[in-house]
């Protein structure tokens, strides 16, 4: 999987952790200021709108009322007998009587001069008051429309045009000075404000390198989003465990960078080969959600694609395979013809070349010499399109574990162009089968030995390849586990998957597998079914006679000794 993540690393975003905070901060300031703005100008709306002449005039002056009574506690019993006519004089009073009750009211006054916009702007925490008052205002400044057409309309127009005209000049002065104030309080809010979420903001870092950092980079920068649209809600973020939160946002993130538009579903399916049937991806999302009493069976039939289409009688085809290391050749020459639909073991002793010659048929490394095909791709030629109809199992099991199970998965899934519903149903899936339900929020990190190896087993298998490279799978798994997977992979071959795997479990070949090669010292000793190889021996004995690496057990003595 290395060469595959290596790609993707390329597109995200450098690090912007710290914009998006800045950037909600001075987001939720300005929806405080917008918010007070918006009010006044409901208020004025609300009287103007229905009226004509005079009442126009009329309603001008009642917002200018309005306003005042806002504005200054003089004018106290002037914004009673407004808010007694008209509703929006009582949704502005009400956001007067909240914006005292916010406990920064006393650093409002002092720089906003008593104006309500000042007010609503200053206080530090008033962005959720602001939020709850912007729902409320409207609703109580909309009604009044007609009320306040009325009761203007009652009056003479020459006083209301003298009311208008005093008013008027008193409000754009008033008006000034409220945004002055409430600019100056919203900038020095904003900085406040990115100073505590950069401090709160939880860290999702990921290890090894910085390629993995820019991955959570773009984690990071995914509530950006959601803090220019909704900032009050924004702010428990930093209070919840990060592993928790990084998990909701990884999953928003993806999402919206991979399906703009949600409405149609682009199943991107890989489609390797030009000439078998495509892929039939089975309805993902309809399919019935299997028991977990059944796990085996109905989960194996889930996340196994049905390949039978497949033509190629050949999944692998290696020929002349060399890889050198230095002086050491650990691959020296090998043939190996492994048919579609089979299960491939291949044996052998601690450096006999197992791993390095997966890994150059996984394409995660190049060989001295040879040729590979896979599905009958040249792999030299399209090392794309031949990893395209893999998936990989390798042996070090390096990979995000600072993600969690789920966030990996996921991330797997996006390598191989998934869309995100067809991801999450299949990650489903393959947790249950693997035992890992309870585990998908936690960070990989985290998991045992074997989990881990079964989290990396379900990311080799997410995208329904046609071969499955695996690398030891069963090192470290425990039996009901290994059980689990091995019913997995029989499903899959019988669907017409080819699997090829190394193990030193000599019993587990035997069972599972049609054929086997015994590599020692990067040569092929024995190839062929199981049948042929153990030569009527036990596969242990006949891979013992070959190896030929009984161990020197003298002159260890000293181990008796218990030197303590
Ligand atoms: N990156 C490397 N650099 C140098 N030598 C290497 C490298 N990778 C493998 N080798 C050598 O190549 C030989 C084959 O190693 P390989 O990992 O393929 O063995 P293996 O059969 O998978 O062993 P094991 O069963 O222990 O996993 C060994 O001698 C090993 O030391």
Redesign the pocket.
């Known amino acids: 999987m290395t060469a595959p993540v290596d790609d993707h690393l390329e597109e995200p975003a450098g690090d912007t952790s710290d914009a998006p905070a800045r950037e909600k901060a001075a987001t939720t300031r300005t929806s405080a200021v917008k918010t007070v703005a918006g009010r006044a100008k409901t208020s004025t709306a609300g009287r103007a709108k229905p009226a004509s002449g005079g009442a126009k005039t009329a309603a001008k002056a009642a917002a200018v009322k309005a306003e005042q009574t806002k504005a200054g506690a003089a004018k106290k019993t002037t914004a009673r007998a407004a808010a007694a006519k008209t509703a929006a004089v009582k949704a502005a009073a009400a956001h007067n009587t909240e914006a005292k009750s916010s406990t920064k009211a006393a650093t409002a006054k002092k720089t906003a001069a008593k104006t309500s916009a000042a007010k609503a702007a200053a206080p530090k925490n008033a962005a959720a008051k602001a939020s709850a008052a912007k729902a409320a205002a409207p609703k109580k400044a909309a009604a009044p429309k007609n009320a306040a057409a009325k009761t203007a309309a009652a009056k003479t127009a020459a006083a209301k045009a003298a009311a208008a005209k005093g008013a008027a000049a008193k409000a754009a002065a008033a008006k000034g000075a409220a945004t002055k104030a409430a600019k100056a309080a919203a900038a020095k809010a904003a900085k406040e404000d990115a100073a505590r979420v950069e401090a709160e903001r939880p860290r999702v870092e990921v290890s090894g390198g910085e390629d993995e950092r820019r991955l959570v980079a773009a984690d990071d920068a995914a509530p950006a989003s959601d803090a220019v649209t909704a900032p009050v809600e924004a702010e428990p973020v930093a209070e919840t465990d990060p592993t928790v939160e990084a998990a909701s946002v990884f999953e928003q993130e993806p999402v919206a960078a991979v399906e703009p538009e949600p409405e149609p579903e682009p199943i991107v399916e890989p489609q390797p080969l030009a000439e078998p049937q495509p892929v039939v991806e089975p309805e993902p999302m309809s399919e019935p959600t299997p028991e977990p009493a059944a796990v085996t069976d109905t989960a194996a039939a889930a996340v196994v694609t049905d390949l039978q289409a497949s033509t190629a009688s050949d999944a692998i085809v290696v020929r002349g395979l060399v890889k050198e ?2 002086d ?1 050749r ?1 691959v020296n020459g090998i043939d190996l013809t492994v048919s579609a639909g089979s299960f491939y073991g291949i044996v ?1 002793p ?7 010659t997966l890994s150059i048929l996984a394409g995660l490394l190049r060989a001295d010499a040879g040729e590979i095909e896979i599905c009958g791709i040249d792999q030299a030629k399209d090392p794309l399109e031949a990893k395209r109809v893999m998936g990989v199992l390798p ?1 070090r099991l390096r990979t995000f574990d600072r993600l969690t199970g789920r966030q990996l998965l996921h991330y797997y899934g996006l390598l191989r162009g998934l869309p995100s519903r067809v991801i999450e149903k299949r990650s489903a899936d393959l947790m249950r089968a693997f035992d890992l339900s309870e585990s998908m929020g936690r960070v990989v990190s985290d998991y045992s030995a074997g989990m881990t190896k079964k989290i990396m087993l379900a990311g080799a298998m997410i995208h329904s390849p046609r071969v499955l490279v695996l690398d030891e799978p069963f090192e470290s798994v425990d039996p009901v586990s290994s059980a689990v997977i091995l019913d997995i992979l029989r499903a899959y071959v019988a669907h017409g998957g080819t699997v090829i795997l ?1 193990s ?1 479990g000599m019993d587990l070949i035997e069972r599972v597998c049609s054929r086997v090669a015994i590599i020692v010292g990067g040569d092929v000793l024995a190839e062929g079914t199981v049948e042929e190889v153990r030569a009527g021996q036990t596969l242990e004995s006949r891979f013992v006679e070959l190896s030929g690496t009984a161990g020197e057990v003298e002159g260890l003595e000293w181990l008796h000794t218990f030197s303590d």
Do not use: I, P, Y
Not at 350 to 356: D, L, R, W, Y
């Open positions: 290391f230095g050491q650990a052998g601690n450096g006999a070349g197992k791993t390095t042996d190394s030193h």
